[in-house]
Every structure is written in structure tokens, then in C-alpha cells.
């Protein structure tokens, strides 16, 4: 039997696999004093009246989880400058939105000046305001 436990808030899951033979005698324990299955779950993880005679070898878990340690540290090394990059990208996206804007001001106010019909900077404008965060269209 697969045992699926979520948190009421967030998206991590833990799973326990319990052999049929024990997950029987759980039901009859709960059918003989009537309890409900959930709290016999809850009392047997958390109390840790689980056992741990199975063909479980620790010394292979724990090779296992070393391994993933360092598959994790390395992916970790390559994901840091991805992020520190992008983000100076936006930074720089940002900024340039920032110049496009002001310019877009400046032609209209010529424009005005020398008289001349105004042009439609709506596109522009959407994009000004996605790379400054303000998207609408989320």
C-alpha cells in the first residue's frame, strides 16, 4: 500500500509505502476499536511505530542520497549564473524601457510643436509596460 501525505499549504508530498500484510493488520485494528484510518496513519509516522526490519540496506540509501547531493550541488552551480544573468537582463530590459519611454514623450511633444498629427505608440506601449512589470495581458 502507497501512503500519500500533502500539506494543507504548499506543493511537497512525502510518500510511504506500507507492506499489505501490515496495512491489513491496520484495518483490523481499526474495524476492532474504531478508530478512524487517518489517525491510526498519523500515530503510527509520528510516534514512529514504524518497522524497519525489511530488506532495507542503509548503507546503499545512503550512497544513494550522496549521489543526488552532488547531482544537486551541480546543477545548483549551473542554475546560479542562469539567474544572476537573467536578472541582469531584466535589469537592462527595464532600463531601456525607461529611455524608450522618455523618447516616445520627447516625439510627441515635438510633434506637437511643429504641429505634426500624433502616431499611435500603443504597441510600444504594451511593451514598455510588460518589461517594466505592469503587464495586463497576465
Known amino acids: 500500500m502507497k501512503i500519500v501525505v500533502k500539506p494543507e499549504v504548499g506543493w511537497r508530498k512525502i510518500v510511504f509505502k506500507i507492506p499489505d500484510d501490515h496495512f491489513e493488520k491496520i484495518k483490523r485494528f481499526e474495524e476492532k476499536y474504531g478508530f478512524r484510518l487517518d489517525k491510526i496513519l498519523r500515530i503510527i509516522i509520528l510516534r514512529g511505530f514504524v518497522d524497519y ?3 532495507v540496506n542503509f548503507q546503499e540509501l545512503e550512497k544513494e542520497i550522496e549521489s543526488l547531493e552532488r547531482e544537486l550541488y ?5 542554475w546560479s549564473p542562469l539567474k544572476f544573468r537573467t536578472y541582469y ?3 537592462d530590459n527595464q532600463n531601456l524601457a525607461i529611455q524608450i519611454s522618455g523618447l516616445i514623450a520627447e516625439n510627441k511633444r515635438l510633434r506637437k510643436i511643429l504641429g505634426k498629427p500624433e502616431r499611435d505608440y500603443s504597441k510600444i506601449e504594451e511593451l514598455i509596460h510588460y518589461y ?6 497576465e
Open 53 to 55: 526490519r525489511g530488506d
Open 89 to 91: 537582463l531584466a535589469m
Open 74 to 78: 551541480e546543477l545548483e552551480g549551473k
Open 132 to 137: 517594466m512589470g505592469f503587464d495586463s495581458r
